[in-house]
């Protein structure tokens, strides 16, 4: 995580080029925060972590009294509120540097309704994260982690070994992710724990895994059942654990995609070791560690000449507070 709060990282960048998430995921968290509803009365404080430079925490502006977006970056915080300014509500949210593991010294006790966390929870410490969050969070609250992993272009599954080898190799990415975070991805948020402490629910755990019913891509040894998502008025799926409908699929150009991947931490940590290879940038497949991969990709998929169709594979997981 040190590496967005790097004086070299561009949060601008991050800002305008990562993925931002759909509207649908946000309505089944407040399904499951409200007990089924998607209904706009406000819901008191939510609180967002590592909430980078603001996306989770602008989409919950309008279903809460109060939003708090906390991030260990005091560069995420900056890019945040300067792109804040003129979202409607804005005057309801409130920015604070902090790690997620620290927020019980800059939020009350028992003052927070719904915690969220988007491409975040992998960096957590999660004992101390949980510890944090029961402090934090009023008896009934809820508490949703979703995350991504890496995207696959529609059509064209002949270009998964050019990703894995892009990601993955030692020649490449494979040892430049920050660890335990990337595996935590890998597995979908199932490597982290729900906790077991009293103040949590255990009857109400959730793993949601929004791939699609015929998606052969995941990495399951044992694929949960499939559910179609939930619409307003269809009762929840009555399961802890479930596959449902993609949500994030796009078409993205070439350079959007390519600037993307220039966002990625490992992309950063290897040109910091190798700083000759960014200096080859945007010479094609005689340029640095980016430009290769693409050449490789666009060279797999011809006929796509301006851009891509992808999907990004989201996953969640949600927990309740006690009511008592």
């Given at each position: 995580?040190?590496?967005?709060?790097?004086?070299?990282?561009?949060?601008?960048?991050?800002?305008?080029?990562?993925?931002?998430?759909?509207q649908?995921?946000?309505?089944?968290?407040?399904?499951?925060?409200?007990?089924?509803?998607?209904?706009?009365?406000?819901?008191?404080?939510?609180?967002?972590?590592?909430?980078?430079?603001?996306?989770?925490?602008?989409?919950?502006?309008?279903?809460?009294?109060?939003?708090?977006?906390?991030?260990?970056?005091?560069?995420?915080?900056?890019?945040?509120?300067?792109?804040?300014?003129?979202?409607?509500?804005?005057?309801?949210?409130?920015?604070?540097?902090?790690?997620?593991?620290?927020?019980?010294?800059?939020?009350?006790?028992?003052?927070?309704?719904?915690?969220?966390?988007?491409?975040?929870?992998?960096?957590?410490?999660?004992?101390?994260?949980?510890?944090?969050?029961?402090?934090?969070?009023?008896?009934?609250?809820?508490?949703?982690?979703?995350g991504?992993?890496?995207?696959?272009?529609?059509?064209?599954?002949?270009?998964?070994s050019?990703?894995?080898?892009?990601?993955?190799?030692?020649?490449?990415?494979g040892?430049?992710?920050?660890?335990?975070?990337?595996?935590?991805?890998?597995?979908?948020?199932r490597?982290?724990?729900?906790?077991?402490?009293?103040?949590?629910?255990?009857?109400?755990?959730?793993?949601?895994?929004?791939?699609?019913e015929?998606?052969?891509?995941?990495?399951?040894?044992?694929?949960?059942?499939?559910?179609?998502?939930?619409?307003?008025?269809?009762?929840?799926?009555?399961?802890?654990?479930?596959?449902t409908?993609?949500?994030?699929?796009?078409?993205?150009?070439?350079?959007?995609?390519?600037?993307?991947?220039?966002?990625?931490?490992?992309?950063?940590?290897?040109?910091?070791?190798?700083?000759?290879?960014?200096?080859?940038?945007?010479?094609?497949?005689?340029?640095?560690?980016?430009?290769?991969?693409?050449?490789?990709?666009?060279?797999?998929?011809?006929?796509?000449?301006?851009?891509?169709?992808?999907?990004?594979?989201?996953?969640?997981?949600?927990?309740?507070?006690?009511?008592n």
């Amino acid at each position: 995580m040190a590496t967005f709060a790097s004086k070299d990282y561009n949060a601008a960048s991050y800002a305008t080029f990562r993925f931002t998430y759909p509207q649908p995921l946000l309505d089944l968290v407040l399904r499951y925060h409200s007990d089924g509803s998607t209904s706009t009365t406000s819901r008191g404080v939510a609180l967002d972590l590592g909430c980078g430079t603001g996306q989770v925490v602008k989409m919950l502006i309008g279903s809460f009294d109060q939003v708090i977006g906390t991030d260990a970056s005091t560069k995420m915080i900056e890019q945040a509120r300067a792109d804040a300014e003129g979202w409607p509500g804005i005057s309801k949210v409130e920015w604070i540097v902090s790690p997620a593991e620290d927020v019980a010294a800059h939020i009350g006790a028992a003052s927070v309704d719904l915690v969220t966390a988007g491409q975040a929870a992998h960096w957590f410490d999660q004992e101390r994260v949980w510890e944090a969050l029961a402090k934090v969070t009023k008896p009934g609250a809820t508490v949703a982690f979703w995350g991504y992993s890496v995207f696959h272009v529609v059509g064209h599954p002949e270009l998964a070994s050019i990703h894995r080898a892009f990601e993955e190799n030692e020649d490449c990415l494979g040892p430049f992710w920050e660890q335990p975070g990337i595996n935590i991805l890998s597995s979908y948020f199932r490597d982290i724990p729900f906790p077991d402490a009293p103040e949590w629910d255990a009857t109400f755990r959730r793993r949601v895994y929004f791939f699609g019913e015929t998606d052969t891509t995941a990495k399951f040894q044992d694929r949960p059942p499939y559910y179609p998502l939930p619409q307003e008025g269809e009762s929840l799926p009555p399961v802890g654990e479930y596959v449902t409908d993609v949500l994030l699929r796009k078409y993205i150009t070439w350079e959007a995609l390519e600037a993307y991947i220039r966002t990625w931490s490992a992309v950063l940590r290897y040109q910091t070791k190798y700083p000759e290879d960014k200096e080859r940038r945007g010479r094609g497949e005689e340029g640095d560690i980016v430009d290769r991969w693409f050449a490789a990709l666009k060279k797999g998929a011809p006929e796509c000449k301006e851009g891509v169709d992808i999907e990004v594979p989201l996953f969640m997981m949600v927990v309740k507070r006690a009511s008592n």
